[in-house]
């Protein structure tokens, strides 16, 4: 492999494997690799003042103590693009609707490809911007698709078995679909004290909720407040 080559995969982030494997998964293939997202002193810096603005936490590093999980899909049709949505520090000027809350820019713990490819992009206890209200106790996971391009077989299975990993590694009460969010208000766990920051979503669909919540149904894990209303 040449000098280049090796700096192309530096680039890309593949080149550093993170020892994350799903102890007694189904499937021993899945692990993670690290392709890290930029966070520097001026992200650190605009996480904490979000903490503190939105959730009146008022911290000197921006770490989390995580209870849920958040399954997000990415609505950009593939990896690279997804990456690059997340990995600048600011918000981009096309996000009008959410750049009234502060100009931090959205980001996720993990992104997973279509085949099923996990890659960690923050560590699990440092706040992402994912989710309204409940970043301060959320983990976010991206899947690269959308409504047209809905989750495949393979990104079930990777989410379940990260979840799986989460599950052991943490206290993850919850795990909810970027729709349900704001079912929460008025739990103890949501914090947002912006009464007019609210945003409608739809992912990760459903279909793919309901199929998740099935192939966790062993991890007894709490019934989000929208589902104990139906």
């Known amino acids: 492999m040449n000098d280049r080559m090796k700096m192309k995969l530096v680039r890309l982030g593949l080149i550093v494997l993170v020892a994350l494997f799903f102890g007694a998964c189904s499937n021993p293939t899945y692990r993670v690799f690290y392709k890290p997202i930029k966070f520097d002193e001026e992200r ?38 997804s990456y690059d949505a997340m990995n600048p520090v600011h918000l981009p000027g096309s996000r009008r609707g959410i750049a009234s809350a502060g100009s931090l820019n959205v980001s996720s713990h993990y992104l997973i490809d279509r085949d099923g490819t996990i890659f960690r992009q923050l560590p699990d206890t440092i706040m992402a911007r994912h989710v309204i209200g409940l970043n301060h106790c959320a983990i976010g996971v991206e899947n690269v698709g959308s409504a047209k391009a809905p989750l495949t077989k393979a990104q079930l299975l990777a989410n379940e078995e990260l979840v799986r990993h989460l599950k052991r590694k943490y206290d993850i009460e919850y795990v909810i679909g970027h729709y349900e969010y704001t079912a929460f208000e008025g739990h103890p766990l949501w914090k947002e004290l912006d009464e007019g920051y609210r945003t409608v979503k739809t992912d990760p669909g459903e279909k793919f909720m309901r199929k998740i919540r099935k192939r966790l149904e062993d991890l007894e894990l709490k019934e989000s407040p929208s589902l104990k209303k139906e």
Do not use: C, F
């Open 44 to 81: 650190r810096t605009l996480t904490l003042t979000y903490m503190e603005d939105h959730y009146g936490m008022v911290q000197e590093e921006p770490s989390i103590v995580p209870k849920m999980v958040v399954l997000h899909w990415t609505a950009i049709p593939n990896l690279e693009r």
